[in-house]
Nanobody, 123 residues
Framework: VQLQASGGGLVQTGGSLRLSCAAS????????MGWFRQAPGKEREFVAA????????VYSDSVKGRFTISRDNAKNTRYLQMNSLKPEDTAVYYCAAVYASVVPTTASSYDYWGQGTLVTVSS
């Protein structure tokens, strides 16, 4: 399982970014794909996750209504559309995967991780 995250950058408060997580190396049916973030000095935090088939998406309360996780199965890619960004969204964002029938929200539940992509929101 190989995950490649991209799309981070610098954006002003209220702006938008779309992160991508490209998955390769195997078939992903049955997998849950998640997004986490880690700010300096803080623990890794759950952001959102979606089942591979897209039937269920889960969001943290801090991003609900602002972030949307979506999928493109043909490209084996998951996206995190981030709107109305705030300075507190500044963090390194990671995509992760786990074979599961439920949607985990803890980092320790995920088996595979991509490298992070930095999102900086300026005030």
């Amino acid at each position: 399982v190989q995950l490649q995250a991209s799309g981070g950058g610098l954006v002003q408060t209220g702006g938008s970014l779309r992160l991508s997580c490209a998955a390769s190396g195997r078939a992903y049916s049955g997998y849950v794909m998640g997004w986490f973030r880690q700010a300096p000095g803080k623990e890794r935090e759950f952001v959102a996750a979606i089942t591979w088939g897209g039937g269920r998406a889960v969001y943290s309360d801090s991003v609900k209504g602002r972030f949307t996780i979506s999928r493109d199965n043909a490209k084996n890619t998951r996206y995190l559309q981030m709107n109305s960004l705030k300075p507190e969204d500044t963090a390194v964002y990671y995509c992760a995967a786990v074979y599961a029938s439920v949607v985990p929200t803890t980092a320790s539940s995920y088996d595979y991780w991509g490298q992070g992509t930095l999102v900086t929101v300026s005030s």
